[in-house]
């Protein structure tokens, strides 16, 4: 997918609120430290997992899904496989009528489902990382290739 990178910034200026969902409490996982960066971006990150609902992660309650989450989101992170995706976007965009953006991870796509989602004039990234993104947009990367707050600055 070719995104522009006018479109990626207005997308991560204007998101406030994002549900993660596929969100992991294991600190190594993907899911975990995108979620953690971009909630210390100033983001505010509502997790998503089944297995964890009721729990604290991140500072914020976890919902079994999307449609348990009471406030609005602009945005839908989504951390599952792709053939994981359209039950997701059905449910984000019935309970968000004015949801602005679905994003799919990296390695996670679904032409059907972003087109659904296209078509109700939800902007739809596929195959992409808002962390990425984020640190590649503002001039966030550092010189030993993306920082992920894992990394030991004395490598």
């Known amino acids: ?4 990178n006018d479109m990626l910034r207005a997308v991560l200026r204007r998101t406030k609120v994002i549900a993660a969902v596929g969100v992991s409490a294991n600190p190594v996982r993907p899911s975990y430290y995108v979620a953690r960066y ?9 997790p998503v997992n089944p297995s964890l609902a009721g729990q604290q992660l991140l500072g914020e309650t976890v ?12 945005m839908v992170d989504i951390f599952r496989r792709s053939d994981a995706v359209p039950p997701i976007v059905d449910a984000a965009l019935d309970r968000w009528p004015d949801l602005q953006t679905i994003w799919m991870q990296i390695g996670v796509t679904h032409p ?3 087109e659904k989602a296209s078509a109700r004039g939800v902007d739809v990234i596929q195959g992409r990382c808002p962390k990425i ?3 590649r947009l503002f001039s966030e990367l550092r010189m030993a290739g993306f920082a992920t707050g894992l990394i030991s600055s004395k490598l």
């Open 112 to 114: 059907q489902a972003a």
């Open 63 to 74: 919902y079994g899904d999307v449609t348990d989450i009471p406030d609005d989101v602009d």
């Open 1 to 4: 997918m070719d995104y522009s």
């Open 133 to 135: 993104e984020y640190q």
């Open 38 to 46: 971009l909630g210390l971006k100033g983001y505010r990150v509502i």
